[in-house]
């Protein structure tokens, strides 16, 4: 039986899930799954690893369709709920599914594909009880799931994890960041993305936990649930926090008092899927009395690098690779680099991802011969914590013959007192390489910044071959679903 499932068992009389004001126990939660589960089946033995679309909202319904599939022996697929149709479609003609599960409001968007291709179409509010049948024995090492790259650079890439691979990432957070059953976590994170799948839902099911939901982002229904006292794990991107912060910061004295007396109660906060900005950091401390817990981690990974949960959590570092994860720093040649030298993170362990769907070059091509995953991801370790230097394709920029990494520089934007954020990109010139140069978005747009001041106050801040040679000031940057720049849309602005 699978782990997710065995785990649940233990736990049938705890609510696990909070959403639609109402509240559900892991009981509830494996009697529904499996009774979807069987309307899947239709009859049959076995998916076999068929592929099986789903586009439910984050809630009790998404969390009962993805156990629903497993326990049939399919594979999930979870669709985007903002993508436009073209990019839904090329991920169900991708993975080849023969099924699509929605609830009734998407049902539109995807019924005319579905009768054209042929495909099982599942309307979870449409589904009537199904006669119990035995469900099938799912090998751990079977596939279990595909989630989509976001291909800025490509097309999208499906990265498919076995049920092995997911019971090894989640357990291994859970054992990090020590979840219990007495935890109660609130996911408003997009549910196509390994973060929200495995580290807010995979961990807080896995531990008998509760797992909250809201029916869209708000800022101030999130604060609202920060104040019942309830909530005591919490994760995010690094731009929800700015967000919350820019909110905090219009409260009163006493409000903002309130806030803090009731997030200092937390057991856990956490940032990833982006880079979390030094300022960012400690201005949460400041209103919440939280060192944010940053960690690494990639769709083909899960988790690899984390700071610790007891003890010093480093501004602008990682912090050190978890336990059962193999991580090291190389060369272009694959030789690992020696302390202090940067160099690209590789990593090897049960957590890491079987295959790119349909894709054996592109699979061949991430692992060295002796089985190593190539993440793409520059770092250095300094005092056994690594900081991440960026992407080496986006976020290291060869200029004037140096290796230079582009989060140094947004750090140090981030500094100035008008700026609000930024994003530094490399452009092709023949003089220099790339020519390094910054995006800018201003606290206020009706401040004007003089370049030659700010150029003047970079001097003592920065090395001279580090300055951007050119500034754009924007209204906002580009973004992907999960609050990450878009550095190939940034380099188009210019």
Not at 14 to 36: D, M, P
Not at 67 to 83: E, K, N, Q
Not at 228 to 251: S, W
Not at 327 to 355: A, H, M, R, S, T
Request: proline letters at 3%.
């Amino acid at each position: 039986m699978l782990s997710v499932i065995t785990q649940a068992q233990k736990n049938t009389n705890n609510t696990a899930v909070i959403s639609n004001n109402q509240q559900y126990t892991y009981g509830q939660l494996l009697k529904e799954a499996q009774q979807l589960a069987l309307s899947l089946l239709n009859g049959e033995d076995d998916l076999l690893e068929q592929r099986v679309a789903f586009m439910v909202n984050p809630g009790f319904n998404y969390i009962k369709t993805l156990w629903a599939i497993w326990l049939a022996g399919g594979v999930a697929v979870p669709l985007c709920l903002t993508h436009p149709l073209p990019s839904l479609t090329y991920v169900l003609m991708d993975t080849a599914s023969s099924v699509i599960i929605l609830e009734e409001e998407y049902s539109n968007t995807l019924s005319d594909y579905s009768i054209n291709n042929n495909l099982t179409l599942i309307v979870l509010e449409k589904l009537s009880s199904v006669e119990e049948i035995v469900l099938p024995d799912v090998d751990h090492n079977r596939m279990a799931l595909i989630l989509y790259t976001s291909g800025t650079t490509n097309k999208p890439k499906g990265v498919v994890t076995t049920h092995k691979n997911i019971e090894t990432q989640i357990a291994t957070l859970v054992d990090a960041w020590k979840w219990t059953s007495t935890d109660h976590t609130l996911c408003i994170l997009p549910l196509h993305h390994v973060h929200g799948i495995i580290n807010v839902i995979g961990c807080s099911m896995w531990s008998g936990a509760i797992c909250e939901f809201i029916p869209s982002f708000s800022v101030t229904e999130i604060f609202e649930l920060f104040k019942k006292g309830c909530l005591n794990v919490f994760m995010a991107v690094p731009t929800i926090y700015f967000k919350l912060i820019a909110y905090f910061d219009t409260l009163s004295s006493s409000e903002q008092a309130s806030l803090f007396n009731s997030m200092q109660k937390f057991r856990l906060m956490v940032s990833g899927s982006a880079a979390l900005p030094i300022s960012v950091m400690e201005k949460w401390y400041q209103i919440s009395g939280h060192n944010l817990l940053e960690r690494y981690g990639m769709t083909e990974l899960g988790m690899a690098i984390s700071n610790p949960y007891n003890g010093e959590r480093r501004a602008g570092y990682v912090g050190e690779p978890l336990p059962g994860v193999a991580v090291k720093l190389v060369d272009e040649n694959y030789n690992e680099v020696n302390i202090g030298q940067p160099g690209e993170i590789i990593v090897k362990g049960n957590n890491v991802f079987k295959e790119y769907w349909k894709n054996k070059q592109a699979t061949h091509e991430s692992f060295t011969d002796d089985g190593w995953f190539k993440t793409g991801d520059i770092a250095i370790i300094e005092d056994g914590y690594y900081k991440i230097m960026g992407r080496s394709s986006v976020d290291i920029i060869k200029s004037g013959g140096y290796k230079i990494s582009a989060l140094e520089i947004e750090e140090v934007l981030r500094e100035y007192d008008s700026i609000s954020d930024c994003a530094v990109v490399g452009l092709p010139d023949d003089e220099w390489g790339e020519l390094i140069v910054a995006a800018v978005v201003l606290k206020d747009e009706l401040i004007s910044i003089d370049i030659n001041e700010l150029s003047a106050w970079m001097v003592n801040k920065i090395a001279h071959y580090k300055k951007p040679r050119r500034f754009l000031f924007v209204k906002e940057l580009p973004r992907n679903a999960m609050g990450k720049v878009v550095k190939n849309e940034v380099k188009k602005i210019f």
